[in-house]
């Protein structure tokens, strides 16, 4: 399988930071320079040449899990390339898109969609077919993780306008309130603010 860009080799000394990192990702670079035996400033370089070659994902975000936060995977069949590119881009910029990926089934764009209640993700699901040229081939609802975890960006600063251009307030999915609006968006009812 070709790849766009070749990968930088990891080292053991890579692997073992990796591996610390993901027990303790707030670990401090002398504890993290003693459990690999190495010393900090060469922890502190392997740890800067993993993040700019982009090895590592240094990420925060709210727990799926512990938010009781729903999740399904969806499987699109996006019938034109002019289509697939368009709405690869307006993925890209979802808030509720946690992953997608282009298959070669019929199915050939899957995501991974989550909502903060079942309403909020079959409603968010259910928007996927005002595209053009996109139908829905499969929806596999997965609910709440019982084992590991995934990360939702939050956005506290809130916008007029959702990254794909629509505004909650008009959007009849939020007014007959099947879906809490766009995490981005003034008019999402968060349901974790007091």
């Given at each position: 399988?070709?790849?766009?860009?070749?990968?930088?080799?990891?080292?053991?000394?890579?692997?073992?930071?990796?591996?610390?990192?993901?027990?303790?990702?707030?670990?401090?670079?002398?504890?993290?320079?003693?459990?690999?035996?190495?010393?900090?400033?060469?922890?502190?370089?392997?740890l800067k040449?993993?993040?700019?070659?982009?090895?590592?994902?240094?990420?925060?975000?709210?727990?799926?899990?512990?938010?009781?936060?729903?999740?399904?995977?969806?499987?699109?069949?996006?019938?034109?390339?002019?289509?697939?590119?368009?709405?690869?881009?307006?993925?890209?910029?979802?808030?509720?898109?946690?992953?997608?990926?282009?298959?070669?089934?019929?199915?050939?764009?899957?995501?991974?969609?989550?909502?903060?209640n079942d309403?909020?993700?079959?409603?968010?699901?259910?928007?996927?077919?005002?595209?053009?040229?996109?139908?829905?081939?499969?929806?596999?609802?997965?609910?709440?993780?019982?084992?590991?975890?995934?990360?939702?960006?939050?956005?506290?600063?809130?916008?007029?306008?959702?990254?794909?251009?629509?505004?909650?307030?008009?959007?009849?999915?939020?007014?007959?309130?099947?879906?809490?609006?766009?995490?981005?968006?003034?008019?999402?009812?968060?349901?974790?603010l007091k």
């Open positions: 399988m070709q790849r766009q860009e070749m990968a930088k080799k990891l080292d053991g000394l890579d692997f073992k930071i990796l591996h610390e990192l993901q027990k303790d990702g707030r670990i401090s670079i002398t504890d993290l320079a003693g459990k690999v035996k190495s010393s900090r400033p060469t922890v502190t370089n392997r040449q993993l993040v700019n070659n982009g090895q590592i994902i240094i990420s925060g975000g709210l727990s799926l899990k512990s938010a009781g936060y729903k999740m399904a995977c969806v499987g699109l069949e996006v019938k034109t390339d002019e289509s697939r590119k368009k709405i690869e881009q307006y993925f890209k910029d979802c808030p509720r898109i946690l992953y997608a990926f282009r298959t070669p089934e019929k199915a050939n764009l899957q995501l991974g969609v989550w909502g903060e309403q909020t993700l079959n409603s968010t699901i259910e928007s996927f077919r005002d595209h053009q040229d996109v139908d829905i081939v499969y929806t596999h609802y997965l609910g709440t993780p019982i084992y590991g975890d995934i990360p939702v960006d939050v956005h506290p600063v809130k916008s007029d306008e959702t990254p794909c251009g629509l505004s909650c307030s008009q959007c009849l999915r939020f007014e007959n309130e099947w879906c809490l609006g766009c995490p981005v968006s003034k008019d999402y009812k968060n349901p974790l």
